[in-house]
Nanobody, 124 residues
Framework: QVQLVESGGGSVQAGGSLTLSCAASERTFSSYVMGWFRQAPGKEREFVAVINWSVDRTYYADSVKGRFTISRDNAKNTVTLQMNSLKPADTAVYYC?????????????????WGQGTQVTVSS
């Protein structure tokens, strides 16, 4: 059972930056598609970004494209979400997730493993 642990959340003013990290407990992580999702109070879970195992394909939600960057280091079993130009609308709990399947997907139900989440709050 792969365990995912997020870190790096916090509070920031609009226009600021945060970097979220997700550490995986097992080396099998390197074969997983890894994604970031977020959920704001009263809203459904929302796709943010995804990266494939070979680090040559990424995909972003339109709402974060050009501001967020997903990356991974398979040697360190980590995936990172760099968030720039943050907006109050980005406020949510952010989750990293792992999918054992090979195809990139933005559908949260395809993911097999989830972290506990980290809070990101952006004030205006």
């Amino acid at each position: 059972q792969v365990q995912l642990v997020e870190s790096g959340g916090g509070s920031v003013q609009a226009g600021g930056s945060l970097t979220l990290s997700c550490a995986a407990s097992e080396r099998t992580f390197s074969s997983y598609v890894m994604g970031w999702f977020r959920q704001a109070p009263g809203k459904e879970r929302e796709f943010v970004a995804v990266i494939n195992w070979s680090v040559d394909r990424t995909y972003y939600a339109d709402s974060v494209k050009g501001r967020f960057t997903i990356s991974r280091d398979n040697a360190k079993n980590t995936v990172t979400l760099q968030m720039n130009s943050l907006k109050p609308a980005d406020t949510a709990v952010y989750y990293c997730a792992g999918d054992r399947g090979g195809a990139i997907t933005s559908w949260w139900k395809e993911y097999d493993y989830w972290g506990q989440g980290t809070q990101v709050t952006v004030s205006s």
